[in-house]
């Protein structure tokens, strides 16, 4: 099966994935199972897909990227998460948060953050969530409190991509207490990871996306230069919610690539294994189980890549946004599920490639906004 077509893919993102597809087949695909199993992080496809272009290029080309457009990573997207989420991640994480500055930091911001990262020369990363708080982007309490020309951040942030292994981070802190506008109270900063006070720790080993690592930080009178300050103070909040547009079409792709395994897994089993007789998928109602899989697949993608273009233009963009990240994240949760079904049995057994996906795709529900929230943003910005 080729769920993942390029016949829905804008023309100039074809190449892009037929490259992330080539890639995904020789480095992902075969050390998936291993690097889940062994919960490591995987240092040498991070290299490898720094070779091969495939990290970090959404970084504009002025800063040593490719400078991938969003229907690009989209592409990229598909095929990584089909291949492994854990690793898919990993790739993806590099340069996490970088956006934000080279969208709105200073050009001196840009030559000494992003362009290492671009050259594979480092990595970043983007700490928002909290132990306490996760979704309630006015409600984070990391302080960030200004000192002459430094800034002083206390406080904590949990679920940190490379919180240990990036060589600087975005960190997202409170630099006000305005009631009368939550909005306007929070900062961006860039944070190197071997600032006096800064101290992370590796998250304890989780269920799904093995591959991939999150920190738990905490800042004890961390001071960073005020230049370190992302755009203007007290923006944080705005700046974060038009990242999170963006990065809220990649989940949509995580889903994607999720679902297009689980399918692709169900669909092979139920015509290899007999039952009574005959192979599984001779069963009326198995059949139109996999139809219902395949229905829901494609209004996914369909609406995946309609948000993506919006997206793209900045229409309605946040609607759009929440709309295809809750979809596509949903529908890799429900035919993760039926496809565990129709394995029956051998589907808990650790070896089975559809019991990785059934635990990866129960993540991308929660992170960029778990989708509870996503659905309170659809409704108020309906057009």
Not at 265 to 293: C, K, N, P
């Amino acid at each position: 099966m080729d769920l993942l077509d390029e016949r829905i893919v804008p023309d100039h993102a074809r190449e892009i994935k037929t490259e992330a597809r080539e890639f995904a087949r020789e480095h992902i695909e075969p050390n998936a199972q291993e690097y889940f199993q062994a919960g490591e992080y995987p240092e040498e496809i991070l290299e490898a897909g720094r070779d091969a272009g495939l990290v970090a290029q959404d970084i504009p080309e002025k800063w040593g990227g490719r400078g991938l457009d969003l229907a690009q990573l989209l592409a990229l997207t598909e095929e990584f998460y089909r291949a492994d989420a854990g690793i898919a991640l990993t790739l993806q994480l590099a340069s996490f948060g970088c956006e934000i500055t080279y969208e709105h930091g200073t050009d001196e911001q840009c030559e000494e953050y992003i362009r290492p990262v671009a050259d594979g020369e480092q990595r970043s990363g983007l700490a928002v969530s909290e132990p306490e708080t996760g979704s309630d982007l006015a409600g984070m309490q990391t302080r960030a409190e200004r000192d002459g020309d430094e800034y002083v951040i206390n406080g904590e942030k949990y679920w940190v991509g490379n919180g240990v292994e990036a060589d600087w981070i975005t960190v997202y802190a409170r630099t006000g207490d305005d009631e009368d506008n939550p909005y306007g109270n929070h900062s961006l900063f860039i944070v190197p990871t071997d600032t006096d006070g800064y101290d992370a720790e590796h998250i304890p080993e989780k269920m799904a996306m093995r591959a991939s690592k999150q920190a738990h930080i905490e800042f004890d009178d961390c001071r960073v230069p005020a230049d370190n300050l992302i755009g203007a103070e007290g923006a944080g909040f705005m700046l974060l919610a038009d990242f999170f547009n963006h990065g809220r079409i990649a989940v949509a792709g995580h889903g994607l690539g999720l679902a297009a395994a689980a399918i692709e897994e169900a669909w092979e089993f139920t015509h290899d294994r007999e039952e009574f007789g005959r192979t599984i998928s001779d069963f009326q109602s198995v059949q139109h189980g996999l139809a219902d899989m395949l229905l829901e697949f494609e209004s996914a993608r369909t609406l995946t890549w309609r948000a993506c273009e919006n997206v793209a233009n900045r229409d309605d963009a946040g609607y759009w946004a929440a709309m295809a990240k809750t979809k596509a994240t949903e529908t890799a949760v429900d035919v993760a599920e039926q496809a565990m079904q129709f394995h029956g049995g051998r589907s808990i057994l650790d070896e089975r490639r559809i019991a990785r996906v059934y635990r990866d795709a129960r993540v991308p529900v929660i992170y960029e906004g778990a989708n509870e929230i996503q659905r309170n943003l659809i409704y108020r910005q309906a057009p």
